[in-house]
């Protein structure tokens, strides 16, 4: 393997296949969650996480097309609903497809995501807005529409891992341990959009300052202090942790720093109000090009969401990562 300068004189790139676009990031110990914002991202504690690689940049609309021409996979979006998996769906909405952010042209009310969230029939991967759409000139766009079985598939086809929370946020502060974003603590320093965000009032009115009003290509933003790009904004992305409500709580003894930690258990994951349908939640991180100060204010590395195993929708895709271990 063969070392090469990618025009930061810490961070190195591989130039063998398995580790092409992808950045080392040496582990350490870093302050997780916060105290600031969202419950769920309480406490703030301290972590190690082990060096791992990371993808330069999400899953791309092209990576994921030569995954899918590779396998023939046909992802979860795609699929014929399992009737017995969502006993009380109305039989005609068993259809395959996904939710498209389909904006209304008035204010709302903030509490019904319904009013700005449809499930369109024929939506997925391919067909980003629906039937009569696709991802022609959207090829270096992020992938979405991939629910958690597919961000699973797709790294093991590409012989990586999808990160834990842990990992993700690690990795997405670039250095900065405690920093409000990714990179330091301005949301827009000089007035410059560091992250594909939202502008305006959210849900209907985009006034597109940062030139997007859905997804933008990888690596339009400046990258953070590990020359990774979109690790805010754009996309959520999916992590292997399974979602409970907060983090736990700072060790009694400083020689107790959880290492590499894996939050909940499957069964702790449950939407209380779905008991009924009981599908599982991981862990989603990053925000996406719908968070907006009125509205998500999750465009920090802090902040986490829970997202239903079986979903896929316009704003989630994902990254992978090698774990040290597997190059040795």
Known sequence: MTLTNSGSASIPHWT????????????????????????????????????????????????????????GYVTVAERQPNPKDYPRALPHMLKPGSLVFSPPNYPVNLRDWGQWWAYIFGASWRRPHGPGSSIKGLEDHPVVHVAY?????????AGKDVPTEAEWEF??????????????????????????TWQGAFPFQNTREDGFERTSPVATYPPNGYD????????????SDWYVPKHPADAAKSCCIPANPRGGQEGESYDPCQLETRIPRKVVK?????????????YRPAARHPQPVDSSMSHVGLRCIIRERSTR
């Open 16 to 71: 063998d296949p398995l580790h092409r676009g992808m950045v080392w990031i040496p582990g350490g110990r870093f302050r997780m969650g916060s105290d600031r914002h969202y419950p769920e991202e309480a406490p703030a504690h301290w972590v190690t996480v082990d060096g791992f690689w990371i993808d330069r940049i999400p899953v791309t609309n092209r990576q994921f097309r030569e995954f899918v021409r590779a396998t």
């Open 228 to 239: 990774l790009y979109d690790m805010i904004g754009n996309v959520w992305e999916w992590t």
């Open 171 to 196: 990795a997405a502060r670039g250095g900065l341990d405690g920093a409000e974003f990714a990179w330091g603590d301005e949301f827009t320093p000089g007035g410059r959009h560091m992250a594909n």
């Open 149 to 157: 079985l597919d961000a699973e598939t797709y790294a093991a086809w």
């Open 286 to 298: 990053g925000g996406s090009h719908l968070c907006a100060p009125s509205y998500c204010r999750r």
